[in-house]
């Protein structure tokens, strides 16, 4: 099983950045897949998650609006489009597969907001 996160990096705030996850190992159709971050000396944050079919989406309020998950099963890719970005967003951001009783991680991807 591994997942790789790409795409994080240094953005001015309002900047937009897109994170990417590739999965392999496991059927990426059957599991629901989520976004989490940790900011340093904070609890790590489930920040957007996306159902196995795409079809439904959640996020945390202080995303709502700025961030869009989506998903590509034929390509067993998950997105994170980030836009209107804020300081507080800088973390490191995480991709998630979770299902059947497990729970995989991905090592993560930095993102800093700062100008």
């Known amino acids: 099983v591994q997942l790789v996160e790409r795409g994080g990096g240094l953005v001015q705030p309002g900047g937009s950045l897109r994170l990417s996850c590739v999965v392999s190992?496991?059927?990426?159709?059957?599991?629901?897949m989520r976004w989490f971050r940790q900011a340093p000396g904070k609890e790590r944050e489930l920040v957007a998650g996306i159902t196995a079919s795409g079809g439904r989406t959640n996020y945390v309020d202080s995303v709502k609006g700025r961030f869009a998950v989506s998903r590509d099963n034929d390509k067993y890719m998950v997105y994170l489009q980030m836009n209107s970005l804020k300081p507080e967003d800088s973390a490191v951001y995480y991709c998630?597969?979770?299902?059947?009783?497990?729970?995989?991680w991905g090592q993560g991807t930095q993102v800093t907001v700062s100008s």
């Open positions: 998630n597969a979770h299902g059947f009783g497990h729970d995989y």
């Open positions: 190992g496991f059927t990426f159709a059957s599991y629901d």
